[in-house]
Nanobody, 119 residues
Framework: QVQLVESGGGLVQAGGSLRLSCAAS????????MGWYRQAPGKQRELVAA???????NYADSVKGRFTISIDSFKSTVYLQMNSLKPEDTAVYYC?????????????WGQGTQVTVSS
C-alpha cells in the first residue's frame, strides 16, 4: 500500500512563493504519473500540474509560467514550486500518483495541504 504525504503549505502574501512536497511511503518503481490537484472553497477539484514517468509535464493555463512541477525519482517525491502566488491560488492542494500494480492502474491521494494567499 502506498501513502502520499504532502508538506510545504501555509500562509503567504500575494507575490510570494511556496514549495510543496509529496513523498511516497515507499519507493515506487511502476509509477505512471504524479500530479497536483487543488480544490478551492465552493469549487470542484482541478488539475494544477502533472508529470509522467517520461518527464512530460502538463499545467493548468492559470498557473503556466508561475508553477513548476518536478520529481526526484530516487526519493519518490514530487514537488510543486509556486511563484508569484495570487489570492485565487488559495485552495487545498492534493498530491496524486498513478501506479501500475498487478497490471492495472491505481490512484493514490495525499491528505491535502492548505495554501492560503492573502492580498
Amino acid at each position: 500500500q502506498v501513502q502520499l504525504v504532502e508538506s510545504g503549505g501555509g500562509l503567504v502574501q500575494a507575490g510570494g512563493s511556496l514549495r510543496l512536497s509529496c513523498a511516497a511511503s515507499r519507493s515506487i518503481f511502476s509509477i505512471k504519473a504524479m500530479g497536483w490537484y487543488r480544490q478551492a472553497p465552493g469549487k470542484q477539484r482541478e488539475l494544477v500540474a502533472a508529470i509522467t514517468s517520461g518527464s512530460t509535464t502538463n499545467y493548468a493555463d492559470s498557473v503556466k509560467g508561475r508553477f513548476t512541477i518536478s520529481i526526484d525519482s530516487f526519493k519518490s517525491t514530487v514537488y510543486l514550486q509556486m511563484n508569484s502566488l495570487k489570492p485565487e491560488d488559495t485552495a487545498v492542494y492534493y498530491c496524486n500518483a498513478i501506479v501500475v500494480t498487478q497490471g492495472q492502474d491505481n490512484d493514490y491521494w495525499g491528505q491535502g495541504t492548505q495554501v492560503t494567499v492573502s492580498s
